[in-house]
């Protein structure tokens, strides 16, 4: 059986070149770069040399890259980090209904548990949070905004750098989860969106996992959220993962000014897939047609759910999503589905192709031949 896989937002393979470079991270350069001897100090020295080429890229300071563990990490670094950091000048929170887990839940906890207050702002039928509407949420003790740069369900571009000059014109702190954003649309420098923290990680352009960065406009600093030691500047506990780094550091400089997912090989097989989606019966598309990813196609089909689709699809060798990876398996509709405005019962049934640098036009035409049967039998069964 032949094996299409349409989950690059999910993960991406380790390109061969990144992985050459992390090589002689698991074997020769095994020092801790927090030891004083020269193993150790070898380690530090090419650990420094990493992050001021990832500030390179990024187009900010070294000091401001902070490596973590992904982009969870990241995420909960920024916003657990800023709130804490900033709470003796207010405690209220402002994310959006579209928000990853990884940021929705954050801001949750930190209003269940340690008296923040939170305003979820809502999306259009397109997914997208309107600047008006984030003006009218920001009050006198509003301290941080988290809105994402790229939806990972339904690919819907966020205006970001308009979100953000809004916070800095109320002097909040603003933080981006970019993670679906680098390797897949334009990239100058960090500072286009505008925000004081922006989210990244390796595995989305073909680094590898358990690798990321936060970047953190200087001099904020916020609090930390593992102790135990003083790496990083004393802002993340934790012996560096150098073979991550370089990883991460390589795919970085590789993918993302140069965008890994080539909108020029990437829109004309989208395309096709969202006029195939259009054309079946009971299917509809859900997101932006315009301000989204090239590379992701979301649709929801009635009269069935996300577990009969995904099933019939593999049947036929097609690794598709329903939404986010770190949802999967999971029987609760589609949060961002929900947002939309769209009825229960239609969030239990969403389906995300997000194509890849390795996708190609007979892919997409065997999609084309099988997709129609997979939905009616999955409205049958």
């Known amino acids: 059986m032949k094996t299409i896989y349409f989950d690059y937002n999910a993960t991406t393979p380790v390109d061969p070149a990144v992985r050459e470079a992390m090589l002689p991270y698991l074997g020769e350069v095994f020092g801790n770069p927090s ?3 020269h193993v150790g100090r070898r380690a530090r020295a090419l650990l420094d040399e990493a992050r001021e080429r990832s500030a390179v890229v990024l187009g ?30 207010g405690r209220h929170l402002i994310t959006s209904a579209v928000e990853h887990h990884a940021v929705l839940h954050a801001c949750e906890y930190l209003a269940r548990k340690e008296g923040f207050e939170l305003t979820v702002l809502p999306v259009d039928r397109e997914g997208r949070v309107a600047p008006e509407s984030l003006k009218k949420a920001i009050r006198d003790d509003t301290i941080l905004v988290s809105v994402m740069a790229a939806n990972n369900e339904i690919g819907t571009l966020q205006p970001v750098a308009e979100l953000g000059v809004v916070c800095r014109e109320r002097g909040v702190l603003f933080h981006t989860d970019a993670v679906q954003w680098f390797g897949k649309e334009t990239f100058s420098n960090v500072g286009q969106f505008n925000a004081d923290l922006v989210s990244v990680c390796a595995h989305k352009f073909h680094g590898p996992k358990g690798a990321g960065a936060l970047f953190v406009k200087s001099p904020l600093l916020p609090d930390p959220i593992l102790f135990g030691g003083s790496h990083e500047n004393e802002r993340r506990a934790g012996t560096e993962n150098l073979g991550g780094i370089i990883g991460f550091t390589e795919a970085l400089e590789r993918f993302v000014k140069q965008q890994v997912f080539d909108p020029q090989h990437i829109r004309p097989l989208s395309q096709r897939l969202l006029k195939l989606i259009d054309g079946i019966d009971g299917a509809a598309f859900v997101g932006s047609k315009v301000q989204r990813l090239d590379n992701t196609l979301s649709f929801i089909v009635s009269g069935t759910d996300s577990i009969a689709l995904l099933a019939g699809l593999d049947m036929e060798g097609i690794c598709a999503s329903s939404g986010s990876a770190c949802s999967a398996g999971s029987l609760e509709p589609s ?7 769209l009825e229960q019962d239609l969030a239990h049934s969403l389906v995300r192709f997000s194509l890849g640098r390795g996708s190609t036009v007979n892919e997409v035409e065997y999609v084309e031949e099988v997709l129609p049967a997979v939905i009616k039998r999955a409205r049958k069964g």
């Open 35 to 37: 030891s004083v001897h």
């Open 60 to 89: 900010c300071k070294p000091s401001e890259v902070i490596f973590t563990s992904g982009g969870t990490e990241s995420v909960n670094l920024a916003i657990f980090g800023a709130a804490r950091l900033k709470r003796d000048q």
């Open 335 to 341: 949060h961002v589905i929900r947002a939309l405005g």
